[in-house]
């Protein structure tokens, strides 16, 4: 008798137990353990398949975002998957449970947030499944992009050595949960991350150009934290990370909520999940060059926040300098059951 | 003001809105309105994809099916939409919500079914998404699936004069679900039909076999009830139909149920849905040919339910040579919320 407990297992420990009920025994596949799934598509691309769920009082609160930020949302969580392979997105499948509760009014919003997403990064909506749903509003999207095979990053390519980035501020959509939860009063501030949180911008144009230059290992988005993220590629590519605290890029408008709100923004941008903005791993030798030619393309740098190690498994934290610990962990959907 | 309620839209008004939204304009694509959508693969092939959401407490009951039955089921509703176009499974994703009610022995349990059904139809498990769902238990699967171009059927092709056929008996899955909701007492009978709800066989081969006779037309997978399925056919192809009700193929065990439980074999072979055999239109000069082919194959008739009119948007039913009325209609997902 099997006395594991789903919770004892966790999300990752499930994830395992998946893949060993499905091993993918195929050169030219790749199955579970990446943001994406790559199947062969033709002589020069591969094609890439990943799928989010979102279920009410799970992943969202129906008296907290807008039916069009969650159309939006549900899309953009996608999106970011293709943009941590390199991909580009072709089209888009949803799967939509409406309780009786939810009306007619609801369900246009929710298409407008979509469509204007599905619009500006040219992903067809392609199919679906509409169905009742007796309780909470259920979302799925799949996703298919391609991307050229030479240009494909996965998370197992990282070596020691490699200079850990980041394509974007952190921190800013767990603030703007952290505001929700806490009922913090909306100003200006405070909606912000809000918005931040409901509304995550895919680093679709990012992580296509990432992936085309040579020194770019490993990549993946950030969904559920760095601190969790970059267990993933330390797992998958048998490395060890250090992390500088103080790197880690967060917006002035977090700097501000320091100030007003006393928060501990190190923990919120190490641990807050959903920032949906790409980490990689960079050769050193080439990580100059790389970041001059971003710097001109992007309009900031490919921030720096620490370097991968030899040391297996382990990850280690710098504040100033001084390494330090941290209780807290990332976001995982079976132990905060 | 928009005062149309979701209710009133039903499912297909819901499906024809989407629609609207995300338009493709594509030529060598096509989305919402078939059992699969159509992407461009390669020369020879195209791709196909399709996604079914099932939901505890709207598709099925915890308390009447197995863990076991559902991972069956859940995948083999999504082939049965690869069947209904000719095409073969390549690659299925998973998205689950689990609930804390839910242990790892049912979760052991469904992913054994699933992998038996991935197992017999060579469609592996490529990935998906694992998340906690506060209250019930949430399945979507998204199967890819490729499809020879010339080969690839549609709902959009019957003619006038085309003879309508079915690959299996109809009513079976449906008398299951009255056994189950209807608290009718477990026999060996009674179990059939449970199991012929719970773990149909999608009709791939067949698919595969009839898409590349000539003579083949429209395509469709029963999950509705043939009824709702004969009215898709209907409207994509904007012809009529009629449909001889004493011709629907039925079971020995369904026939045995009408002399047990005095129930309206008819109407239930009619309206209910899950059958997941599959629905054709045969050009009549080429109808004995394939027929006789089909039979060596596959060991039963080609059923001939009826034939397509040029009476758009008009079902005539038969019974026994007289013309018939039946105030049932398909299962729609909204209007019996």
Redesign the interface.
Known sequence: M?M????E?G?FG??K??AE??P?Q?EN?S??GDD??I?P??DKEN?L?????L?????FLLDKITPYELGYKSLSVNLSDIAAMGGTP??A??????P?K????F??RF??G??FL?GKTHT?????????????L?I?I?V?GKAEKDYIKRRSSAKPGDIVCVTGNLGDSAAGLKVLLENVPYTKLTKYFIRQHHMPRPHLKEGQWLSKQDGIRAMIDISDGVESDIHRIMESSLVGAQLEMDKLPVSKELNLAQQQFSWNIWEIALNGGEDYCLMTTVDPLKYENINETYLKIFHHPLYKIGTITGHTGKLELYLNGRKITTEKHGFD??K??
Chains 1, 2 share one sequence.
């Open positions: 099997n594991t407990t789903l919770r297992l999300e499930l994830i137990r998946i009920y499905f993918v195929s596949m199955g579970i994406c799934a199947l598509f033709n094609m398949v990943t799928t989010d769920m279920i009410e009082n799970r992943h072709v089209g499948f949803l799967s939509i449970g409406i009786s939810i009306d007619l009014l369900i246009d298409f407008e979509l469509k599905s067809l909506l392609l199919g679906g499944d509409t169905t009742g749903s007796p309780d909470n259920v799925n799949a298919i959907h079976f905060n059951m």
